[in-house]
């Protein structure tokens, strides 16, 4: 086998590894769930009928 081949070979199997593992974050990603936290008026408005 020469060493060009060799080389190739390599590289193919290099890229096929970084694309899987992209592949895998972006996954991971979107399967993220994301929360928003309370307008901080909001939790004041909250607290002050709370209080009344």
Excluded: W
């Excluded at 070979?9 to 996954?27: A, E, G």
């Excluded at 994301?34 to 901080?40: A, G, K, L, R, W």
């Amino acid at each position: 086998m020469s060493t060009l081949t060799l080389i190739t070979i390599v590289s193919v199997f290099i890229v096929i590894l970084i694309l899987v593992l992209v592949i895998v974050q972006i996954n991971k990603g979107y399967e993220y769930q994301h929360t928003i936290d309370p307008h901080p008026d909001e939790t004041k408005q909250d607290e002050e009928r709370d209080n009344a």
